[in-house]
C-alpha cells in the first residue's frame, strides 16, 4: 500500500510539473504576441521611418544608456515587471500610456515572461 502512495504522489507530481510548464510556454507565446503588437511599432528591431538607425523606443534605449545595454528590451536581463508596469501605465517621454482595458496586467507580466525566456539568447 505504501509503494502505491508513493507512486501516486509521484505521478501527480510529474502530472502537475508538467502542466505548469505548459502553462509556461502559452504565457511566453502570449507574452510574445502581445508585445509584438503593441510594442514592436516603437521598441523592435529594424530603421527608423525618419532614416534614425533604429526604431524610436530602442534608438531611445540606446541614447538613454550610450549603447552600454542592449537597445531591445528583449535582450536586456535587468527588466522586471514593476519596471514594465511603471512605464506601461504611465508613459516615458514621447511613449504614451496604456490603460489596463488595452494591456492588462496578466498581458504585462505574460511579456516579462517572454523578456526573462530570450535574454540570454
Known amino acids: 500500500m505504501r509503494i502505491g502512495r508513493i507512486t501516486s504522489i509521484l505521478f501527480l507530481s510529474v ?9 509556461d510556454d502559452n504565457r511566453i507565446a502570449h507574452g510574445k504576441r502581445v508585445f ?15 532614416g534614425a538607425p533604429m526604431l524610436p523606443g530602442t534608438h531611445a534605449i540606446y541614447i538613454k544608456y550610450r549603447g552600454e545595454v542592449p537597445p531591445l528590451l528583449q535582450h536586456r536581463s535587468d527588466v522586471n515587471i514593476e519596471l514594465v508596469k511603471t512605464v506601461v ?8 500610456p496604456f490603460r489596463q482595458t488595452e494591456v492588462t ?17
Open 15 to 23: 502530472w502537475f510539473n508538467q502542466m505548469a510548464w505548459g502553462q
Open 36 to 50: 509584438e503588437r503593441y510594442c514592436t511599432l516603437c521598441h523592435g528591431e529594424g530603421l527608423g521611418a525618419d
Open 89 to 96: 501605465r504611465n508613459g516615458l517621454a514621447s511613449m504614451p
Open 105 to 121: 496586467d496578466s498581458d504585462l507580466e505574460a511579456i516579462v515572461a517572454w523578456f526573462d525566456s530570450v535574454a540570454d539568447e
